[in-house]
């Protein structure tokens, strides 16, 4: 079967570095996105992680195992408009979206 | 960067009619789109994939007569809700796949559907 785990919720201090975790077993892979979602917003694009290592893009940078079928998502700097929900997805062998529940990610001054 | 767009953005309806909601991208063509339903608080949930000149593939428990999908174009997928019910009220996103590099699927800002 097809499995991606990754925590429901976790909360932060606003300029403080936030780790969001994804586990996955999946029949086929094409590589892991990342996506953010604010609330009552459809998904936007953070990352894409295909091979083994660190992907940095400015405050956000995203990791990826494949020997682990393991991924992170690194936040720095935190802000209060990074509260959202953060969304781990793999790109399966017919290059469709499996999707996480997504992880809420709450922001504290 | 790619765009998809979503019309309308918001729209109430009345139980028994039907509803029409269109996905445009709007400066690349795909061959394939998709259409979610996301419930509060839920991640997305994918209803069926959308093939340009083809018949839509369904999810399991989705049905498909009730969730009619046309994708005319390679710009244009159409997704209606017949005979609306208050259960069908939620969040409906529509999303456009590159066919190119790593396929990454460009999401439409959603429609979000109420049935009274």
């Known amino acids: 079967g097809q499995n991606i785990d990754q925590p429901t919720e976790m909360t932060a201090t606003e300029g403080a570095i936030v780790q969001i975790n994804c586990t996955y077993q999946?029949?086929?892979?094409?590589?892991l996105f990342w996506y953010q979602q604010h609330a009552g917003e459809a998904p936007t694009f953070l990352s894409y992680?295909?091979l083994d290592g660190l992907e940095e893009k400015g405050r956000f940078s995203s990791f990826l195992s494949r020997s682990k079928g393991y991924s992170y998502l690194l936040l720095k700097e935190l802000q209060m408009k990074d509260s959202a929900s953060y969304l781990c997805?793999?790109?399966?062998?017919?290059?469709?979206?499996?999707w996480g529940a997504g992880t809420k990610l709450i922001i504290k001054p | 960067g790619a765009v998809v767009s979503q019309h309308p953005s918001r729209v109430i309806c009345k139980s028994g009619t039907s509803v029409k909601i269109e996905c445009r991208s709007l400066?690349?063509?795909?061959?394939?789109m998709f259409w979610y339903r996301q419930f509060p608080k839920k991640s997305l949930m994918l209803m069926a994939t959308?093939?340009?000149?083809?018949?839509?593939?369904?999810e399991q428990g989705v049905e498909k007569d009730k969730f009619l999908i046309n994708h005319a174009s390679l710009t244009l997928s159409t997704l209606t809700v017949t005979s609306a019910h208050p259960e069908d009220s939620s969040f409906y996103i529509c999303?456009?796949?590159?066919?190119?590099?790593?396929?990454?699927?460009?999401f439409g800002p959603g429609t979000r559907l109420t049935v009274t």
């Open positions: 997805a793999i790109l399966d062998s017919n290059y469709q979206l499996i």
């Open positions: 959308s093939n340009e000149g083809s018949k839509a593939t369904y």
């Open positions: 400066d690349f063509q795909a061959t394939t």
């Open positions: 999946t029949s086929g892979f094409n590589g």
């Open positions: 999303s456009a796949r590159v066919d190119r590099g790593f396929h990454e699927q460009y």
């Open positions: 992680n295909v």
